[in-house]
């Protein structure tokens, strides 16, 4: 029975599972938006929501707690500058686990995890541009202009193809002869 037991071993060792929750949480907390399996995701909350509680009080102490756990500068003082004053006084759940569906490759169920208050600041991709019937005329006249000339360069000057005489075949008679080969090589 598993009563009480917190935490997901994800198949690591306890201190290589202690640096893959530090990577994550960096890029997390750089990116503020990342994609994971659910489980790395879910154990991933419960180590980088702590650590944004405590950095909300900013003094050399939680400083330095959270760049022991945050190896990168950047990012740590990206935490303090951006991050800590867009939480405001939010009282937790600082992260939202999106799940996307199972992996191809092994089936894993993946999932997004982002920081809430910074969602919609994630550059969305741009959509295709369509065809739209409605251009204006200056844009129309230039795309038309545009293929005249394309048209024109491709009339004005054709290629001549040089033909070349056959060259006539000599048959040449070459006797080979076989040489017995050892056996083993």
Known sequence: MRHQVRGRKLGRTASHRHALLRSLATSLLKH???STTTAKAKELRGFVEPLITKAKTDSVHTR??????IKDREVVKGLFSDIIPKVGERA???TRVVRLGRRKGDGAEMAIIELVDFSGIIKPKAPKKVKSEGKSPES???GVDEKKEKAAKKTTAPKVKKEKAPKEKTE???KTTKTPQKKGS
């Open 32 to 34: 503020k938006k990342i």
């Open 64 to 69: 330095r707690y959270v760049s022991d756990q």
């Open 92 to 94: 937790g759940g600082y």
């Open 140 to 142: 129309e006249a230039a």
């Open 172 to 174: 040449k008679k070459v």
